[in-house]
């Protein structure tokens, strides 16, 4: 039988997101928890290197996680790790019960949401291995350590080819592998692969494993054409997966407006459709996913929160105006 637990705030996920909604919120005197499923950090513990967030022209991805940890606990945010949230359900009382798979209850009158979201992997042999090793879903986060190298884009969406174009500005070389023989890209997006030099399109074509060398890191790939089963080799330093990423917003009961791809969409406010309900970060539908980013999410959604409270204890109805956001 599990437990009851009351807070003013209930934060989904300590990624960047996460921990920085919990500074706020602790600095706000909120009594706030974050439920992760892991260690905090969430994607920064995925990132051998970050060389992109203002202040810090090199730092680990691990690194960066614990002084965000470490900030966040400074002011009072309590974190929980290894919490599995199996639900978000709204009560009619306006209340929100978050519930794990131990059977925990965590009620609140405000939720935010900093699951993040989860890049859909290959499932070879050796990307796990080596991720972070050469194996990398980002390339605006990776793409300036393969300066001068060969890179192989495994994908044919939109991301795919964008980030493929994107990526020649550091690679010698640029290999897009897809399993089919059309792009699903946009029109636009083909045509300036197409046009750039730096770029060969290996058509029906699959990795079959990423493989690597005696230090550790990425050294070919082994390939196998869909129509013929004949394998090759692909001589390849960097390993870059756009083949799908999913938000992790399943776990939120009762319909909340979201886009295409199931992202949630907020007010100005990081305020979902939902009242009381908040998203920033990688969950959220915006035009790029970064650390920066997310941060900048994380500090409106608290701040907007803590004011979302403050209507509440003063008896005043915030009033829902469009997607999300309200008047106190």
């Known amino acids: 039988m599990g437990q009851t637990f009351n807070y003013e705030v209930v934060i989904i996920g300590a990624g960047p997101a996460g921990m920085c909604a919990a500074m706020y919120a602790g600095r706000s005197m909120l009594q706030t928890v974050v439920l992760e499923r892991g260690e905090p950090g969430g994607e920064l513990l995925n990132t051998e290197v970050i060389e992109d967030y203002p202040g810090f022209e090199h730092v680990l991805g691990r690194d960066l996680a614990e002084k965000f940890h470490a900030h966040a606990a400074k002011f009072g945010a309590e974190f929980r790790q290894f919490i599995h949230v199996k639900s978000v359900h709204k009560r009619e009382d306006g209340l929100f019960e978050t519930r794990t798979e131990d059977g925990d209850v965590f009620v609140s009158p405000v939720a935010i949401l900093t699951a993040g979201g989860t ?75 197409f046009d750039n030099p730096k770029i060969e399109v290996i058509w029906n074509t699959v990795v079959e494993e990423i493989v690597g060398d005696d ?114």
């Open 119 to 193: 890049p859909v992997k290959l499932g070879v042999p050796g990307e796990l291995e080596y991720a972070g090793k050469g194996v990398s879903y980002c390339a605006i986060c990776d793409g300036a350590f393969f300066r001068n190298q060969v890179i192989a884009v495994v994908g044919g969406g939109d991301a795919a080819t964008e980030e493929a174009d994107f990526l020649t500005r550091y690679a010698n070389r640029v290999y897009l592998i897809h399993r089919r023989e059309q792009l699903r890209s946009s029109k636009i997006l083909q045509q300036r692969l």
């Open 215 to 328: 230090q550790g890191l990425v050294k070919h790939l082994r390939l196998r054409n869909v129509e013929s089963n004949a394998e090759s080799e692909l001589a390849a330093t960097g390993v870059f997966v756009f083949v799908g990423f999913r938000p992790n917003t399943g776990i939120i009961e009762g319909h909340v407006e979201h886009d295409a791809m199931g992202y949630l969409l907020t007010d100005a406010n990081m305020q979902t459709s939902m009242p009381g309900l908040f998203a920033a970060g990688d969950v959220r539908s915006q035009l790029t996913r970064q650390v920066t980013t997310a941060v900048g999410d994380a500090t409106t959604a608290a701040i907007a929160a803590e004011k979302y409270l403050k209507a509440l204890r003063d008896g005043e109805v915030p009033v829902i105006q469009g997607t999300g956001g309200y008047t106190a």
